[in-house]
């Protein structure tokens, strides 16, 4: 029997890809991940980072993408090697998905030590803008959201008053909640981490609902818009 033919070159890199749009199709934070990425240089390229900036950059995006793709492995190996419940299986999963959090959080840290100076600066404008803003633009959008909320709730008939169908309500008030605490921190210096903090918390909730299965992803939004452009109303008209 002669000896297996060592994989040629180009064969190695065509496995690696083949790799990488694996992981790609079959995991969905892997598509998240990817998606963050672009979102990321483009922001990069629009904000003008300089050099060394980048490169952090692109180590962080790396890291976290290879320690997904690690954490892929290593489940598919453990799934492959453990046909029945197994302790030790389990914990070497859960180091996996541990690395992936750990790399996931220093990328953040990335991100925000990057980017929070140049964006604090134009997020506050434009928050600004839109707290000096007519009156009137923001009521027009608001009835402009509710008459949609309401068309769809028509044709749909899905869910209850107090349960499902649309508009979300823990969306609408975690999003009018964030548009509270960063319209109401005014020019502050620590305005932009604060709201960025509300935010995501606000995402977080808008995410459980959906990952509940009592909303879909439009009924959260539509309820998302909903409460944020309430509360910008009632600053605008709000002495």
């Avoid at 065509?14 to 079959?26: K, P, Q, S, Y």
């Avoid at 922001?43 to 952090?56: M, P, R, S």
């Avoid at 954490?71 to 998905?97: C, H, R, W, Y």
Wanted: hydrophobic content about 55%; glycine content about 6%; overall charge neutral.
């Amino acid at each position: 029997m002669s000896p297996r033919r060592a994989p040629s070159v180009v064969e190695s890199f065509n496995f690696a890809f083949e790799g990488i749009i694996h992981v790609l199709r079959t995991q969905r934070n892997m598509r998240i991940h990817f998606a963050v990425a672009t979102v990321v240089l483009v922001a990069a390229l629009v904000t003008g980072v300089d050099k060394l900036e980048l490169i952090v950059l692109m180590l962080a995006i790396a890291f976290v993408l290879i320690t997904e793709m690690v954490n892929t492995a290593v489940e598919g190996a453990v799934d492959v090697a453990t046909t029945s419940f197994d302790p030790m299986a389990k914990l070497a999963k859960d180091i996996a998905a541990g690395a992936v959090l750990i790399a996931s959080t220093v990328a953040v840290a990335v991100g925000y030590l990057v980017f929070s100076e140049r964006l604090a600066d134009r997020s506050s404008r434009l928050l600004d803008r839109l707290a000096e803003a007519p009156a009137e633009l923001t009521l027009i959008a608001l009835v402009l959201t509710t008459i949609l909320v309401i068309a769809t709730k028509a044709l749909t008939g899905s869910g209850s008053p107090l349960r499902g169908g649309l508009p979300s309500g823990h969306a609408a008030i975690a999003f009018a909640g964030w548009m509270a605490i960063t319209l109401a921190l005014d020019e502050s210096g620590r305005r932009f981490l604060v709201s960025s903090l509300a935010f995501i918390m606000a995402l977080l909730v808008a995410q459980t609902r959906v990952e509940s299965g009592v909303h879909s992803a439009s009924e959260v939004f539509y309820g998302a818009v909903l409460g944020a452009l309430v509360t910008l109303a009632v600053f605008q008209v709000t002495p």
